[in-house]
């Protein structure tokens, strides 16, 4: 299976991210500077952790930190994030899970592998898995299948583990009820904001502003640049020189005939009212009379959606229990009976499954069907058209790059192919590149470059890329006039704070001997407000989501109605007492505290394996190079 798996998957190093697949394997560079491939980064009992295999999982981590937080990344973030640090832990807690499965007796078959890789939605078409599918995502994720099929059967040995360390866990239904009364407990305080703005006349002179450059010289340093010469080979060049025989269309539609027989499915709506599928007689036949009462009314003429906005208990409730299309095998086989006897605009009775009782509506109902030859042919001339431009793009690409190795021949490459070549200005790691479709990659491969190093070929999404580093400075520290306004800009901020604490911490005082709140703030020309109720976890009302403002809050009660200090929030430093506290009464619903249950056995179980995850690190033998990832 996983052989046929592998048939014809390309090689393209091609640096996208699809978030359908969670993979180490992802990007080949790290840092400012190359490493040899076979440096170690760190040893766990005696067996080694390469380079490469490091400098995949940072940049894995690199990538998803920019899609979080886009061009706010900078050198100072990465820094503080420690990515190379948290890379190395990832490698390490790895191989000593992997080792822990092995010494327990863990293995995954291939079965097994083959069976979970099926199972993942990136590599489905038509409701099952598509070796198409299949050798398209590797392909772009410039991956081999051993590689990835390494990777994964690595992760699925890895919860093997987690499953056996955890399965034990269990939660009673009074620790349930005693943690949502914690986790739902509100509070209701009243409040004034000191806010910094209110104090304008902060006066800085230069020696002031100096001194302050000079205590937080870091914090103004400029970002390291580079300066990049390159070359593109767009595969749409390249598409006038594509030659496409019809017996070659044919024969492609000839053989792939899955890619154009799309399955029986059914697109549609449903209303659940869970029953446990253990549940007794009188919930199941309470689960129905209800499911019937909402059936009743759908015949009446009442709106399918509506209805399961308001009444539905499924996770699909807030779009109106709209499931989208599926084909069979993806539903419990009593739904999917249900569903694929359903015509377009019919409804069923209410249906029994494990998850309780639903109602279904069919939106519209495909018979399966293959699609003629002459309605893909079109398509299929796109695709091969498509294909053969980006392997004589890259044919072409990699040609110039073998005569360009060194360094000296890329502009003698450039003309003997007949691109342009381009140089762009000095850039940082997060600045937009004019022209560049990934402009986050072309940077990181810029300044892992060392000076005048031509880099391998790089498939950047509009063209494959080869890239010249001629120019990089490091990070430095410009002169105090070259950022003065910016000094004073901060320092003010920085004094009107010191000022709101200083003022907030005495009105807090005033507040503890006796002074009621109100006359507070009407002596200082501050407004008093209440926040309504709000419990652990949420945004306080009209001040935000403020962690330390709710914690303090909540220590609050009668007895003990103020707090230790004013708390600094976003908008000024709050001064508050408590006026009063809800704790919520447990209801009783199982299905409530079920799902309760649920939740705290899964904070328990990341307890008791985190606990575990420390005693492995602890046995281990562990040995890091952290002067190599400096």
């Given at each position: 299976?996983?052989?046929?798996?592998?048939?014809?998957?390309?090689?393209?190093?091609?640096?996208?991210?699809?978030?359908?697949?969670?993979?180490?394997?992802?990007?080949?560079?790290?840092?400012?500077?190359?490493?040899?491939?076979?440096?170690?980064?760190?040893?766990v009992d005696g067996e080694p952790i390469g380079y490469m295999e490091f400098s995949r999982t940072y940049q894995n981590l690199m990538e998803n930190v920019r899609r979080q937080f886009g061009g706010n990344v900078d050198e100072d973030m990465i820094k503080a994030l420690n990515l190379k640090e948290q890379a190395v832990k990832e490698l390490v807690d790895r191989r000593i899970i992997r080792n822990a499965a092995a010494e327990m007796g863990f293995r995954v078959t291939d079965e097994e592998l083959s069976a979970a890789i099926r199972a993942i939605p990136a590599f489905q078409a038509n409701g099952g898995f598509n070796s198409q599918a299949y050798?398209?995502?590797?392909?772009?994720?410039?991956?081999?299948?051993?590689?990835?099929?390494?990777?994964?059967?690595?992760?699925l040995l890895i919860q093997k583990v987690s499953d056996f360390i955890t399965r034990t866990v269990n939660v009673s239904e009074d620790e349930a009820a005693a943690w949502h009364q914690w986790q739902n407990t509100t509070v209701d305080i009243e409040y004034l904001i000191v806010e910094p703005a209110r104090y304008t006349d902060i006066d800085l002179n230069e020696e002031e502003l100096r001194s302050h450059f000079r205590s937080n010289e870091a914090q103004y340093k400029t970002a390291p640049k580079a300066k990049v010469r390159y070359v593109v080979f767009r595969p749409a060049d390249y598409k006038s020189r594509v030659v496409l025989e019809d017996d070659e269309v044919k024969a492609y539609y000839d053989e792939n005939p899955k890619e154009f027989f799309s399955p029986e499915s059914v697109e549609a709506r449903h209303i659940l009212i869970k029953v446990d599928k253990d549940a007794d007689d009188a919930a199941v036949e309470a689960g129905r009379l209800r499911t019937s009462e909402i059936h009743t009314r759908l015949l009446k003429g009442e709106d399918f959606a509506e209805l399961a906005k308001q009444l539905s208990e499924g996770p699909s409730k807030d779009q109106g229990g709209y499931l989208g299309t599926f084909g069979r095998g993806r539903m419990v086989k009593p739904f999917e009976d249900a569903a694929f006897a359903l015509q377009t605009g019919e409804m069923s009775e209410p249906v029994r499954t494990d998850f309780g009782w639903h109602i279904i509506k069919v939106e519209n109902h495909h018979a399966a069907e293959t699609q003629s030859f002459e309605a893909s042919e079109d398509k299929i001339r796109g695709q091969l058209s498509d294909k053969k431009a980006r392997a004589l793009a890259l044919e072409d690409a990699e040609s110039a790059y073998d005569m360009s190795y060194g360094g000296d021949d890329l502009l003698a490459?450039?003309?003997?192919?007949?691109?342009?070549?381009?140089?762009?200005?000095?850039?940082?790691?997060?600045?937009?590149?004019?022209?560049?479709?990934?402009?986050?990659?072309?940077?990181?491969?810029?300044?892992?470059?060392?000076?005048?190093?031509?880099?391998?070929?790089?498939?950047?999404?509009?063209?494959?890329?080869?890239?010249?580093?001629?120019?990089?400075?490091?990070?430095?520290?410009?002169?105090?006039?070259?950022?003065?306004?910016r000094v004073k800009q901060d320092l003010t901020a920085a004094r009107q704070w010191d000022k709101a604490q200083t003022e907030a911490d005495g009105l807090l005082d005033a507040l503890r001997e006796g002074s009621p709140l109100a006359e507070i703030g009407a002596s200082n020309n501050m407004s008093v407000q209440t926040s309504g109720w709000f419990k652990r976890g949420d945004a306080v009302p009209e001040i935000g989501f403020e962690p330390d403002l709710t914690a303090a809050a909540m220590k609050l009660s009668v007895d003990n109605p103020f707090p230790d200090k004013a708390v600094r929030v976003q908008k000024g430093v709050v001064v508050f007492r408590f006026v009063d506290r809800h704790i919520p009464e447990i209801s009783g619903d199982d299905a409530e505290l079920d799902d309760i249950r649920k939740q705290l056995r899964q904070r328990k179980q990341r307890e008791i394996y985190g606990n575990w995850m420390a005693e492995a690190r602890n046995q281990a033998e562990v040995e890091i190079d952290h002067e190599l990832l400096k």
């Amino acid at each position: 299976m996983l052989t046929q798996m592998r048939e014809n998957v390309g090689s393209w190093i091609i640096k996208i991210l699809l978030g359908a697949i969670v993979v180490v394997f992802v990007l080949w560079g790290v840092g400012p500077e190359q490493k040899n491939s076979n440096t170690t980064v760190a040893t766990v009992d005696g067996e080694p952790i390469g380079y490469m295999e490091f400098s995949r999982t940072y940049q894995n981590l690199m990538e998803n930190v920019r899609r979080q937080f886009g061009g706010n990344v900078d050198e100072d973030m990465i820094k503080a994030l420690n990515l190379k640090e948290q890379a190395v832990k990832e490698l390490v807690d790895r191989r000593i899970i992997r080792n822990a499965a092995a010494e327990m007796g863990f293995r995954v078959t291939d079965e097994e592998l083959s069976a979970a890789i099926r199972a993942i939605p990136a590599f489905q078409a038509n409701g099952g898995f598509n070796s198409q599918a299949y050798q398209q995502v590797l392909s772009r994720l410039g991956l081999t299948p051993e590689a990835f099929e390494a990777s994964h059967r690595e992760d699925l040995l890895i919860q093997k583990v987690s499953d056996f360390i955890t399965r034990t866990v269990n939660v009673s239904e009074d620790e349930a009820a005693a943690w949502h009364q914690w986790q739902n407990t509100t509070v209701d305080i009243e409040y004034l904001i000191v806010e910094p703005a209110r104090y304008t006349d902060i006066d800085l002179n230069e020696e002031e502003l100096r001194s302050h450059f000079r205590s937080n010289e870091a914090q103004y340093k400029t970002a390291p640049k580079a300066k990049v010469r390159y070359v593109v080979f767009r595969p749409a060049d390249y598409k006038s020189r594509v030659v496409l025989e019809d017996d070659e269309v044919k024969a492609y539609y000839d053989e792939n005939p899955k890619e154009f027989f799309s399955p029986e499915s059914v697109e549609a709506r449903h209303i659940l009212i869970k029953v446990d599928k253990d549940a007794d007689d009188a919930a199941v036949e309470a689960g129905r009379l209800r499911t019937s009462e909402i059936h009743t009314r759908l015949l009446k003429g009442e709106d399918f959606a509506e209805l399961a906005k308001q009444l539905s208990e499924g996770p699909s409730k807030d779009q109106g229990g709209y499931l989208g299309t599926f084909g069979r095998g993806r539903m419990v086989k009593p739904f999917e009976d249900a569903a694929f006897a359903l015509q377009t605009g019919e409804m069923s009775e209410p249906v029994r499954t494990d998850f309780g009782w639903h109602i279904i509506k069919v939106e519209n109902h495909h018979a399966a069907e293959t699609q003629s030859f002459e309605a893909s042919e079109d398509k299929i001339r796109g695709q091969l058209s498509d294909k053969k431009a980006r392997a004589l793009a890259l044919e072409d690409a990699e040609s110039a790059y073998d005569m360009s190795y060194g360094g000296d021949d890329l502009l003698a490459a450039a003309e003997r192919y007949g691109v342009t070549v381009q140089t762009t200005g000095l850039f940082a790691r997060n600045d937009t590149i004019p022209g560049v479709a990934n402009s986050g990659q072309f940077a990181e491969t810029g300044f892992r470059l060392d000076a005048m190093a031509v880099g391998e070929v790089q498939d950047l999404g509009d063209g494959f890329y080869i890239l010249q580093t001629l120019e990089k400075l490091p990070a430095q520290i410009p002169a105090f006039e070259e950022v003065q306004a910016r000094v004073k800009q901060d320092l003010t901020a920085a004094r009107q704070w010191d000022k709101a604490q200083t003022e907030a911490d005495g009105l807090l005082d005033a507040l503890r001997e006796g002074s009621p709140l109100a006359e507070i703030g009407a002596s200082n020309n501050m407004s008093v407000q209440t926040s309504g109720w709000f419990k652990r976890g949420d945004a306080v009302p009209e001040i935000g989501f403020e962690p330390d403002l709710t914690a303090a809050a909540m220590k609050l009660s009668v007895d003990n109605p103020f707090p230790d200090k004013a708390v600094r929030v976003q908008k000024g430093v709050v001064v508050f007492r408590f006026v009063d506290r809800h704790i919520p009464e447990i209801s009783g619903d199982d299905a409530e505290l079920d799902d309760i249950r649920k939740q705290l056995r899964q904070r328990k179980q990341r307890e008791i394996y985190g606990n575990w995850m420390a005693e492995a690190r602890n046995q281990a033998e562990v040995e890091i190079d952290h002067e190599l990832l400096k």
